[in-house]
């Protein structure tokens, strides 16, 4: 596989995947790391992104309370299917936000594998797309924060109103 130039420098030779840097790194191979990078940089910038919580908790809580009212009072019945009901509903709320974090974390799966780290420049590039991305927002990126700002974009102004959006003249 050919390695992609740096967006920077135009030049493939200080490139490596940021999957194989943590990798060599993780695993203890030394043939991808440099002098100048120190292992727990690595950790911290490069790991992959973290897969999200299994769904099936509140259900089982819900039964498990069930359970214990339904002793508590007697054997009625009626608590039991109350705490069944309650959740019912929670796993089902759950359900759908895990389907949407499965999503993000595809999609970051998909930025942390083809990403490349120049470290001439020191920073991160996703073929395919535009811009760079210091270490640190390349972290926040894979990990799903909305906080992150390829280098050389402008911040907006707080008076410069959004576009297509309403101003208030």
Known sequence: MVRPACPACSD????????ALY??????YDSLTSADLNADDVH???APPTPPDRWGRYLAAAVAAGLVVYLASAFAVMWLYIALSIGVVA?????????????D???????????????RHSLVF?????GTYSPGQFALLVRGSRQWAPIGARPRAESQPAPGGLSSR
Do not use: P
């Open 105 to 119: 974390y595809r999609r970051a799966l998909a930025r942390w594998r083809g990403a490349f780290f120049c470290s």
């Open 12 to 19: 493939n030779y200080s490139v490596a995947k940021v999957s």
């Open 44 to 46: 911290q910038a490069f």
């Open 126 to 130: 996703i073929v395919g797309e535009r």
């Open 23 to 28: 990798h060599s790194v993780t695993y203890g």
């Open 91 to 103: 796993e089902m709320m759950y359900y759908w936000e895990h389907l949407q974090a499965q999503d």
